[in-house]
């Protein structure tokens, strides 16, 4: 006779998770956070009766969400947390089709907004890879392009104003800084995605 499988539980689903993303990094205190953040989930989900929102569905989100995060705090190349980003991309396609509840839509979109946040970055870390300035006072400085025009309102990043003196055109530029402060309103969307679920975002302190 078979012995029925046992149902795999939200909380040893983010569990292995956590350690298959992470597996090989020991010490990375880049990783703490994620950890604590993925652990927080694991014991509001597992323990609190009457969950309104099915962590199974968003563990997958989870551990993408965290990975961008990780491989952006470990200082990682432009296209490996471009895959990482798409990853998450993917795995808010594949939710979609299974949320039912309405918190279950607000934490949805709590990812949505976060992959927001790091697409806008990358977008802005693509213009300083494309567009380098060889002079020196320039160094730094990332172009506003027309694709950079929206970031910069949405975050009403300070630009520099430049005049081209050989045509006399005017253009600008921000700070490279910028792409560190869009990273910092990544973090704050990942903590409002803590509080959705129901977890203290005092313990992400």
């Keep these: 006779m078979k012995t029925a499988q046992p149902e795999v539980s939200a909380s040893r689903a983010l569990k292995e998770g ?3 993303t992470f597996r090989g990094k020991p010490g990375k205190i880049a ?3 994620p950890v604590l953040l993925l652990l927080i989930f694991v014991l509001q989900w597992a323990c609190s009766p009457g969950q309104k929102i099915d962590g199974r569905k968003f563990t997958g ?8 995060k990780n491989a ?3 200082g990682k190349p432009h296209t490996k947390i471009s895959e990482r980003v798409q990853q ?9 089709d299974k949320i039912s509840t309405k918190e279950e839509r607000a934490l949805l979109k709590a990812y949505s907004d976060l992959l927001g946040f790091y697409r806008d970055g990358l977008q802005l870390w693509r213009y300083q890879l494309n567009f380098p300035f060889l002079s020196a006072e320039l160094k730094g400085r ?9 970031i910069v309102r949405k975050y009403r ?5 430049h005049i081209y003196r050989p045509t006399g055109q005017h253009w600008k530029s921000i700070d490279e800084d910028s792409i560190r402060i869009i990273w910092r309103n990544a973090d704050d969307q990942l903590k409002i995605i803590a509080d959705l679920s129901n977890a203290d975002p ?4």
Excluded: H, R
């Design 202 to 205: 005092a313990a992400l302190k």
């Design 88 to 96: 998450l991309s993917d795995e808010i396609a594949a939710a979609k």
């Design 18 to 20: 956590c350690m298959n």
């Design 157 to 161: 990043l300070a630009t520099t104003e």
């Design 31 to 33: 990783g703490i956070f």
């Design 72 to 74: 952006i705090d470990e």
């Design 142 to 150: 990332i172009y506003v392009g027309q694709d950079v025009e929206p």
């Design 61 to 68: 989100l989870n551990i993408a969400a965290l990975a961008a």
